[in-house]
Antibody, heavy 122, light 110 residues
Framework: QVQLVQSGAEVRKPGASVKVSCKSSGYTFSDYGITWVRQAPGQGLQWMGWITVKNGNTNYAQKVQDRVTMTTDTSTTTAYMELRNLRSDDTAVYYC???????????????WGQGTLVTVSS | QSALTQPASVSGSPGQSITISCSGTSSDVGSYNLVSWYQQYPGKAPKLMIYEGNKRPSGVSNRFSGSRSGNTASLTISGLQAEDEADYFCCSYAGSSTSLFGGGTRLTVL
């Protein structure tokens, strides 16, 4: 069955960086994209961006585009999201999800990781 | 981009039907029939319930249905059950290879 398994919780100080991983299995990794979505405590979902696994093309939300990098390693079927220059308002649960897409249109997100809590605190 | 607009909360009694709206603009919901809906229980990951506006993934109850009119999409849950109590989020393709979520709606089953 399809599974996306994320790395464990992280604690960082303001100004530091964090890199979250998302290991995929049960499907052909390169046939899909991976998106990252975050959820601050008690808040809604915020789309951060996505990567097309086959060619590595990325597109990021304006709010984080200067601080985020999304990559994949096809040899290990793992996606990564690195967020730099962390601030307290980056404290959130970060989810990866599999993207169904057509050309560069994101269609829907049909399988999700379990989430990774990133806490930014001095 | 501003988030899509959803009511903060809706409620209904078991057996009733409820509808959750998701208002966007002509740049997102109104331009693309690519609205999806996600159900989320507290502390859990979201789950896809509706895609391409009105299609259900395998395994999702046919009590869940979606529609769109103009710049507003809707999720209807009929025959409300206690297990439907959760948060629901809409999401739309917003052009230029981006997506946009709604603020979320908490459904309470009375």
């Amino acid at each position: 069955q399809v599974q996306l398994v994320q790395s464990g919780a992280e604690v960082r100080k303001p100004g530091a960086s964090v890199k979250v991983s998302c290991k995929s299995s049960g499907y052909t990794f390169s046939d899909y994209g991976i998106t990252w979505v975050r959820q601050a405590p008690g808040q809604g979902l915020q789309w951060m961006g996505w990567i097309t696994v086959k060619n590595g093309n990325t597109n990021y939300a304006q709010k984080v585009q200067d601080r985020v990098t999304m990559t994949t390693d096809t040899s290990t079927t793992t996606a990564y999201m690195e967020l730099r220059n962390l601030r307290s308002d980056d404290t959130a649960v970060y989810y990866c999800a599999r993207v169904q897409f057509n050309r560069n249109w994101l269609l829907w997100f049909d399988e999700w990781g379990q989430g990774t809590l990133v806490t930014v605190s001095s | 981009q501003s988030a899509l607009t959803q009511p903060a909360s809706v409620s209904g009694s078991p057996g009733q039907s409820i509808t959750i709206s998701c208002s966007g603009t002509s740049s997102d919901v109104g331009s693309y029939n690519l609205v999806s809906w996600y159900q989320q229980y507290p502390g859990k990951a979201p789950k896809l319930m509706i895609y391409e506006g009105n299609k259900r993934p395998s395994g999702v109850s046919n009590r869940f249905s979606g529609s769109r009119s103009g710049n507003t999409a809707s999720l209807t849950i009929s025959g409300l059950q206690a297990e439907d109590e959760a948060d629901y989020f809409c999401c739309s393709y917003a052009g230029s290879s981006t997506s946009l979520f709604g603020g979320g709606t908490r459904l309470t089953v009375l």
